[in-house]
């Protein structure tokens, strides 16, 4: 991707307010000429005993990330107008995410989902704002989970 654009990372996850981060970065996106990229980290297998199963494991993984960000990318062109850059990485997430932003310096923005619950904003979010926020090039937009699509509208 160009680098005159600004390109707005977003970290996939099961979360349920991916949709939210995803949706508000992809109007972001829209509205000042940029792109989406999406991340998704395939984390590591614990306790495999069996190298066949441990390959068996990794490849249906694979394969759900694939699904996963080709349904989100749909949703990514629909709301932004442009297709968004896909990432697939394996290893920690937390590391992952880190590691892509030093590498790509495309990436200028940093968009997560804030959980809505008891237990917080979620732990991406809390590594990220808290731990490593300051070693970041990049600012980080946290979008709270709770937000409507006509909100992220008026926001975006």
């Known amino acids: 991707m160009p680098h005159d654009h600004r390109v707005f990372l977003v970290v996939v996850d099961d979360s349920p307010e991916l ?3 995803l949706h508000f970065a992809c109007l972001r996106a829209r509205h000042t000429g940029g792109h989406v990229a999406l991340l998704y980290v395939i ?3 614990d306790g495999q005993q069996w190298l066949s199963i441990e390959h068996l494991i990794r490849a249906e993984k694979r394969e759900q990330a694939e699904q996963t960000l080709q349904r989100l990318g749909g ?3 629909d ?4 297709i968004p850059a896909l990432y697939v990485r394996e290893g920690d997430r937390r590391e ?7 590498e ?4 200028s923005i940093l968009v997560l989902g804030a959980g809505t619950g008891n237990e917080g904003p979620g732990p991406l979010v809390s590594h990220v704002a808290g731990r490593v926020a300051g070693r970041l090039r990049i600012p980080i937009t946290i979008v709270p989970g709770a937000l409507t699509d006509s909100q992220l509208s008026l926001l975006a």
């Open 96 to 102: 992952e995410l880190l590691r892509l932003i030093e």
């Open 79 to 82: 709301w932004s107008g442009r």
């Open 43 to 45: 984390e590591p297998i």
């Open 19 to 21: 949709n939210t981060a």
């Open 75 to 77: 949703e990514a062109i």
């Open 104 to 107: 790509d310096e495309s990436i």
